[in-house]
């Protein structure tokens, strides 16, 4: 059973920085593509960032670009988000997704296990 934990989520004022992680297990970790997803009060979830299973090939949502970045350890079974100049409109629930694709995948009905997810507060 594959098991996705969030971590790293928290309060920062406006232009801070954050980094989230996820540890997975229950998979061979590099042989997926891995996600990040943000979920705000009364929105859908939408896409933030996503890395093919070698780490090689990222993907950034519009209006994260240039100022988030991901990167995976495969020895360690670990996903990061690195998050700077943050904005309030970044405030959301963020989660950690699995794909059984290989590349830096967007769309969310690729993925198909999701982590519990860690709230990002961004206070102005």
């Known amino acids: 059973q594959v098991q996705l934990v969030e971590s790293g989520g928290g309060l920062v004022q406006a232009g801070g920085s954050l980094r989230l992680s996820c540890a997975a297990s229950g998979r061979t970790f590099s042989s997926y593509a891995m996600g990040w997803f943000r979920q705000a009060p009364g929105k859908e979830r939408e896409f933030v960032a996503s890395i093919s299973r070698s780490g090689i090939t990222t993907a950034f949502a519009d209006s994260v670009k240039g100022r988030f970045t991901i990167h995976r350890d495969n020895s360690q079974n670990m996903l990061y988000l690195h998050m700077n100049s943050l904005k309030p409109e970044d405030t959301a629930v963020y989660y950690c997704?699995?794909?059984?694709?290989?590349?830096?995948?967007?769309?969310?009905?690729?993925?198909?296990?999701w982590g519990q997810g860690t709230q990002v507060t961004v206070s102005s």
């Open positions: 997704a699995l794909s059984n694709n290989i590349g830096a995948v967007t769309t969310r009905s690729r993925y198909d296990y």
